[in-house]
């Protein structure tokens, strides 16, 4: 019985002067961290609001949307803000990737418990 | 057959913005997966390097209108208090829900982690999107960074997943009408 192989096509490398060169990793470390920073912030908005009545009527930017509006436009700022600090700063930096990513997974998992129903209403 | 003004935006929100987030994901996680130097020539790169810009930012777009159309005029209608002495809540979803003990924890937990963690979703693909342009085609040379990109772009299209799960059970459970 005939049997059907793929054929599949060997590997070409890549002529050298085809590949792009290296790019330093400053601008994604600080975009990562930016990122890190925006969750991080709304996580604390939405626990402090919880926690205080003062903070939540301060975070009343809407009074349609209620607190969610002050959460979210700070948060929202904090990344803006921070990514372009962030950038500025660690612009022409190299090798800063893993502690960005470590800042970034720290900073989100922050953030997502801090939304999570069960941790901010436990403050209320 | 119509749609009333509040459905039509609540369409658009969940149905329409949520289609092309869902396409311009796939589209991201195909050619972030097969950005890879030993499987295509330079000229295929190039084409799934604009492949991925495309996916990536249309993504990112299609967060930020789902979440602004979302906070600012659809989740108005549903938090909207009704006056006093109404017995008839079908045109205030959150009081229907918190008016039956049954359908509370809708609001209690479903609506209050739908609204907070849907914001994360347009920062986090923002980011992978900015990112995705400064590499460029030489995002293909770089696996471990191509990994990490495309592990916080599942996490954003994730916590979107959430968040429109969560809005198309409570729309199920107190519609907004």
Redesign the interface.
């Known amino acids: 019985m005939a049997t059907m192989s793929r054929s599949q096509p060997e590997p070409q490398p890549m002529p050298s002067g085809d590949v792009p060169p290296a790019k330093r990793d400053g601008f994604p470390a600080a975009t990562l961290m930016a990122a890190g920073v925006g969750v991080f912030v709304l996580g604390l908005m939405t626990t402090w609001a919880e926690a205080s009545a003062s903070m939540k009527s301060r975070l009343q930017l809407n009074d349609d949307v209620g607190p969610l509006s002050g959460k979210t436009t700070w948060a929202v700022i904090a990344f803006a803000a921070s990514w372009v600090v962030l950038s500025v700063v660690l612009w022409k930096r190299d090798k800063c990737l893993n502690i960005a990513l470590g800042v970034f997974a720290v900073l989100t998992v922050a953030g997502l418990v801090g939304t999570f129903p069960t941790f901010f209403q436990a403050f209320g | 057959m119509e749609l009333s003004n509040r459905e039509a935006w609540t369409a658009f929100h969940g149905m329409i913005l949520g289609a092309i987030f869902l396409l311009a994901f796939s589209g991201g996680v195909a050619s972030f997966w097969s950005l890879r ?3 295509v ?2 000229a295929g790169i190039k084409e799934r390097t604009y492949r991925l810009y495309a996916g990536t930012t249309i993504m990112a777009i299609a967060a930020w209108l789902t ?1 602004l159309t979302g ?2 005029k659809v ?2 209608w549903y ?2 208090a009704p006056p006093s002495g109404t017995t008839d809540f079908s045109k205030y979803p959150k009081a229907a829900l918190l008016a039956n003990p049954d359908k509370a924890d809708w609001h ?2 479903g609506m ?2 739908k ?3 849907a ?2 979703a347009p ?2 693909a ?2 992978v999107a ?2 995705v342009i ?5 995002l293909a ?2 696996p471990r ?1 191509r990994s ?1 990109l495309l592990g ?1 772009f599942v ?1 954003a299209f994730g916590i979107a997943a959430v968040a429109g799960m969560m809005g198309a059970f409570i729309t199920k459970a107190a519609p907004v009408l």
Request: proline residues 5%.
């Open positions: 130097p030993q499987w020539t330079s979440v906070t600012y989740y108005v938090r909207a209690d937990f209050e982690w609204e907070h963690i914001w994360i920062i986090l923002t980011a900015a990112m400064y590499y460029g085609p030489r040379h770089e960074i990490i916080v996490l």
